[in-house]
T-cell receptor, first 114, second 110 residues
Framework: EPEVTQTPSHQVTQMGQEVILRCVPI?????FYWYRQILGQKVEFLVS????????KSEIFDDQFSVERPDGSNFTLKIRSTKLEDSAMYFC????????????FGPGTRLTVL | GQNIDQPTEMTATEGAIVQINCTYQ??????LFWYQQHAGEAPTFLSY????GLEEKGRFSSFLSRSKGYSYLLLKELQMKDSASYLCAAVNQAGTALIFGKGTTLSVSS
């Protein structure tokens, strides 16, 4: 069964450093998303992406965040200057062209900012 | 504003039936999802309701009332492996985002 994959599974970084989190969505999916979950808290929407542009973003997704689809398979989330409060699990999700609502989640990247 | 409410914790015993309720208030609505999440893992899809009524899928059923802003997830014949968090999530009008509740942690004991 096709699945969303994410790398790395765990990223440790120093405050102020840039990180790039990578995702490979399911191959025939056209809608891509990033969510985050701070330990013990709810899953929070960050951004959705379709047709090479952002469809919607939340208040959390400020200027330090950016997303990119650099090629036909990868979807990345960049955090330019990490803060302690960026420590969280980051989930990538994708959905199919005919079922924009059913989102399939990747296993997540645990980001730890020291 | 957007608000999803569900109980924080529930407990049940193996073989029992449990109902997890969810109420939502969202600016625009395009359906409601239930996801299961085991600790440290990604959410996995359980059900999706966009029309009023009951959707049954094996041991799990989900109900939606759009007029009441209410949904529930019904789990039958509980098993120990059902111990997990159950996340209620509303889809926004454009279908571009899922708005999650805080999740209900279900503990199933023998």
């Amino acid at each position: 069964e096709p699945e969303v994959t994410q790398t790395p599974s765990h990223q440790v970084t120093q405050m102020g450093q840039e990180v790039i989190l990578r995702c490979v969505p399911i191959s025939n999916h056209l809608y891509f998303y990033w969510y985050r979950q701070i330990l013990g808290q709810k899953v929070e929407f960050l951004v959705s992406f379709y047709n090479n542009e952002i469809s919607e973003k939340s208040e959390i997704f400020d200027d330090q965040f950016s997303v990119e689809r650099p090629d036909g398979s990868n979807f990345t989330l960049k955090i330019r200057s990490t803060k302690l409060e960026d420590s969280a699990m980051y989930f990538c999700a994708s959905s199919a062209p005919d079922r924009t609502d059913e989102q399939f989640f990747g296993p997540g990247t645990r980001l730890t900012v020291l | 504003g957007q608000n999803i409410d569900q109980p924080t914790e529930m407990t049940a015993t193996e073989g029992a039936i449990v109902q997890i309720n969810c109420t939502y208030q969202t600016s625009g609505f395009n359906g409601l999802f239930w996801y299961q999440q085991h600790a440290g893992e990604a959410p996995t899809f359980l059900s999706y309701n966009v029309l009023d009524g009951l959707e049954e899928k094996g041991r799990f059923s989900s109900f939606l009332s759009r007029s009441k802003g209410y949904s529930y997830l019904l789990l039958k014949e509980l098993q120990m492996k059902d111990s997990a968090s159950y996340l209620c999530a509303a889809v926004n009008q454009a279908g571009t985002a899922l708005i999650f509740g805080k999740g209900t942690t279900l503990s199933v004991s023998s």
